[in-house]
């Protein structure tokens, strides 16, 4: 068991392979994959002023703006969600943030809260932008570099690894991967253990993001039809076969504190409020 | 597909290791970042007044401490970069990490040494133990080793984020060729 760790998408990101390898091999797909989380943190970051998103928030209204086939894949799931959703999961959520001191303001005047979906047309890798707007995929981007870091250790031959980015997880290979959950009345505390296998696992709560914020309390997931914050003090795992929709769903479901969310079934996915 | 179980944890935390993680010793790490490198020297430096301020401006960040452990990567006589060595602590967090730095001080890599939660993520060996028996990982599971994911809100790492912005400004002020 080797695991290694960097710093990427705001918080450490974990890397596990389970195989008996010999250090060359394991060294080659431990690099494979930060590079592929390395590459999801410089297309997605909200704070760089290179990224895909920065260039599709700063872009003027009418724009039509090229970005990587990962952010158009990601930029789509999120889209899609949105309408799944009915709003409820909504990347157009950065003006709220921004408001609230959770991200730096891109540049320009705050959008509008009450964006419309139709705000943003993707077409392949082309986003078209007919309003005002700031998308941040905080809330789905981590969970897809998960996804890619665990494709790219399995591309160089690794057959049961494990990447974690600050608690989204995605375990592959014969291996039953443990796993023990913050309690969310207690965060430096276990509250539950379980295990993963062949499957991905996100959680979110808002005890290390509730603040009060000139005299509101706010936190840093969002109802995203409502505009309000969450503030339910429990927490929210999703599990399902893909990260990136593990994560963006625990979103879903702290907003609606629903387990039952149809959303949930379109994608495979299981959710655990505790 | 199967559905997870979760297990509530009964557990005193009592008196007890804390959570950590050891990913890569000293050595390990250097030989990572620099493995054309041949040999490693101490080169840590005892920054004066004008570098910390100097490392202040270009960081926009207190420069902290004047002694910084760094270790200078050689292959024969040629000088390949350094590895900076800090420990941030945050509010739940104490994390040891190293800095590569090519000989123009510009960042080659960031690798992670140790993770420790300062205030606990207290678990008991024994007790929580229980929870894997007669699974296959069970026997694989100990307080400490460094295999056991932990799932819960983000925790953030603006601390080693504003620690790599120190050591860049480091690497201009006092290390650069």
């Not at chain 1, 410089?42 to 872009?59: G, K, T, W, Y």
Request: charged share 20%; proline share 5%.
């Amino acid at each position: 068991m080797m695991r290694r760790a960097q710093p990427w998408l705001g918080t450490l990101v974990e890397v596990t392979i389970a195989d008996a390898t010999d250090a060359p091999a394991s060294d080659l797909a431990f690099s494979r994959a930060f590079n592929a989380i390395a590459t999801v943190h410089q297309l997605m970051s909200f704070h760089d002023p290179e990224s895909d998103v920065s260039r599709i928030n700063r872009a003027a209204h009418g724009a039509d703006i090229v970005v990587d086939a990962h952010t158009a894949r990601v930029l789509g799931a999120a889209l899609a969600l949105w309408s799944q959703s009915e709003g409820v999961f909504n990347p157009l959520c950065a003006s709220k943030l921004v408001e609230w001191d959770y991200l730096p303001a891109p540049g320009g005047p705050l959008p509008a809260w009450a964006t419309p979906a139709s705000a943003l047309e993707l077409e392949g890798c082309r986003v078209i932008k007919h309003a005002p707007a700031w998308i941040d995929l905080g809330g789905i981007a981590k969970g897809y570099a998960v996804d890619v870091a665990a494709a790219a250790l399995a591309a160089s031959g690794v057959r049961s690894g494990c990447v974690n980015a600050g608690g989204d997880l995605l375990a592959f290979g014969d291996h039953d991967w443990p796993v023990l959950l913050r309690d969310p009345a207690h965060p430096c505390a276990p509250g539950y253990a379980t295990e993963v296998r062949d499957c991905a696992l996100a959680t979110s709560a808002i005890y290390f993001s509730r603040k009060e914020h000139k005299g509101c309390p706010r936190s840093a997931l969002l109802h995203g039809r409502e505009g309000r914050p969450v503030l339910r003090a429990g927490s929210v795992s999703v599990s399902a076969p893909s990260c990136m929709m593990a994560d963006a769903l625990t979103k879903v479901v702290a907003a609606t504190g629903d387990v039952h969310h149809p959303a949930l079934e379109k994608h495979g996915a299981t959710a655990y409020i505790v | 597909m199967k559905a997870l179980q979760w297990t509530a944890l009964t557990v005193t935390l009592a008196a007890s290791p804390a959570y950590a993680a050891q990913y890569l010793t000293v050595e390990q790490a250097q030989r990572l970042m620099f493995p054309e490198a041949t040999a490693f020297k101490d080169a840590s430096v005892q920054l004066s007044a004008e570098q910390m301020r100097q490392i202040e401006s270009l960081s926009g960040l207190p420069a902290r401490s004047a002694h910084w452990r760094v270790i200078s990567a050689w292959q024969a006589d040629k000088l390949l970069g350094h590895v900076v060595l800090d420990d941030v602590i945050g509010k739940f967090e104490l994390i040891s990490y190293a800095v590569a730095l090519d000989p123009d001080a510009r960042i080659r890599q960031v690798e992670i040494l140790a993770y420790r939660e300062s205030h606990g993520f207290e678990i008991r060996n024994a007790a929580w133990r229980k929870q894997f028996v007669g699974k296959t990982a069970a026997d694989k599971l100990a307080v400490g080793d460094d295999i056991v994911n932990i799932s819960g809100a983000t925790l953030s790492s603006n601390h080693v984020t504003d620690g790599v912005r120190r050591i860049a400004a480091l690497g201009q002020a006092a290390l650069k060729k």
